[in-house]
């Protein structure tokens, strides 16, 4: 009984060790453990008949049965390496970077003109103490009429024809609306620049668009006139265009009193380019600033007009139909 059993214990180690050996993947291999040495592997199966064994001769058997199991999980642990070395390499060589390689060509982006603009714009104006301000582009008709001075009934509405929502609201008309919000917000002195989409009912062609963007500026403070205005536009647009003749002709605007247009000599020719005044008192007063205390400027430009005439685009819509051809120029 001693003998047999005995041979069947080695012959069980060596069937194991021949089995883990050929093994390729470590599931497998978990596999061959619990075959061999779980709670119904064979090693266990072949333990229970030591039960009629005499007193005498099982611990021999018990050494061998030992020796066996620890022969066996030995190897089971160094294959279980073998394979975790080998997966590790499998994965080195698909990952391995071929420095010397050349790499994947994309294209450079460039900033598109209206963001130049923008941008060059923004950069003058914080030169001067401004900061930005940014505002909803749906706006209640207060913000975009009324505390810009500007009520139902006022007829400087129709110079404005708007975007009208179903639940009221509207869709700005002008980047003005960012000053009102920011002054109810912030005690003078004021001192922003508010750049961004705008939108109005125009009939699209090569001057127009329905949708445009502004930069307008604001200062508010005590003992600001007009000259202060005028200095802070020339020193803007000689930034943006050179050392060109500059001119004010008296305007209206509803939220600026005195207002002005503002006029560039480009070219031999007067260029209209933007639109200023000083604030209204009652629009000082709708944001709870004292106008006996209290002054302000503002004045605001489209982006549109600005790159048109510094990069000699002759098509408003060429800024947006989004054509390499044309967007690769600049």
């Not at 058997?61 to 073998?82: H, M, P, Y």
Request: with cysteine.
């Amino acid at each position: 009984m001693t003998s047999t059993l005995e041979n069947q214990l080695l012959a069980l180690r060596e069937e194991a060790q021949t089995a883990i050996a050929q093994t390729e993947t470590r599931e497998r291999l978990e596999e061959l453990r619990v075959n061999y040495l779980g709670k119904k592997g064979q090693l266990g199966v072949l333990l229970r008949s030591m039960g009629n064994m005499s007193a005498e001769e099982r611990p021999k058997i018990g050494a061998i049965a030992n020796t066996v199991k620890d022969s066996i999980q030995e190897r089971l642990e160094l294959r279980r390496r073998e394979l975790e070395a080998q997966e590790i390499e499998r994965q080195l060589e698909l990952e391995t970077l071929d420095v010397t390689m050349p790499g994947t060509y994309r294209p450079q982006g460039k900033i598109h003109p209206l963001n130049g603009i923008i941008d060059q714009a923004i950069d003058i104006f914080m030169g001067m103490g401004y900061t930005v301000a940014q505002g909803t582009e749906m706006e209640t008709d207060y913000y975009n009429f009324e505390a810009l001075n500007t009520p139902p009934d006022h007829p400087a509405r129709d110079m404005q024809d708007t975007f009208y929502l179903p639940d009221g609201n509207l869709l700005r008309t002008h980047t003005s609306s960012v000053q009102i919000r920011h002054m109810e917000k912030e005690e003078p002195p004021v001192r922003i620049v508010a750049p961004g989409r705008v939108y109005r009912r125009d009939d699209v062609d090569a001057t127009h668009s329905a949708v445009f963007h502004q930069i307008e500026l604001l200062a508010v403070d005590e003992g600001l006139t007009f000259t202060d205005l005028k200095g802070t536009v020339k020193v803007f647009l000689q930034s943006m265009f050179g050392d060109l003749p500059i001119r004010f002709r008296a305007s209206y605007f509803p939220f600026t009193e005195p207002s002005a247009e503002v006029d560039l000599e480009w070219n031999g020719r007067w260029l209209e380019v933007m639109g200023c005044g000083m604030v209204d008192p009652n629009v000082l007063k709708s944001v709870g600033y004292d106008p006996e205390i209290y002054s302000g400027f503002a004045a605001g430009f489209g982006v549109e007009r600005f790159a048109m005439v510094l990069h000699q685009i002759d098509d408003i819509r060429r800024l947006y139909n989004s054509d390499l051809r044309f967007l690769r120029q600049f």
